[in-house]
């Protein structure tokens, strides 16, 4: 039976290839599938997100060869980044608690 880091990983890498596989290179996302996976995948990330160029920003970050596509290295640094930013968020909410008590 996997474990639940183990289920982790292997839905990381089904969202990605859900979403590569549309059109184009199947083992990359462009800018169009990208900002797809985003709103169907992080919708409470971008609900909390103002800025309208997110996704071109998302897009010029992880394009390291600048090809117009993210690969699936690309993708998972972007998520470790969002896990890294989301768990420093939670770090800072519960020490905020222990000084209020």
Avoid: W
Avoid at 55 to 74: C, I, R, S
Wanted: glycine share 2%.
């Amino acid at each position: 039976m996997p474990t639940q880091l183990e289920i982790a990983m292997d839905t990381r890498i089904k969202i990605f290839h859900r979403y590569s596989c549309k059109e184009g290179d199947k083992f990359k996302l462009n800018k169009g599938k990208l900002k797809l996976l985003l709103q169907r995948e992080l919708t409470e990330f971008l609900s909390c997100q103002k800025d309208p160029q997110l996704v071109d920003k998302t897009m010029q970050d992880l394009d390291a060869n600048k090809d117009k596509e993210v690969d699936f290295n690309g993708f998972v640094v972007m998520v470790a980044a969002l896990t890294v930013a989301c768990n420093d968020y939670f770090v800072e909410q519960l020490k905020k608690k222990r000084k209020v008590k």
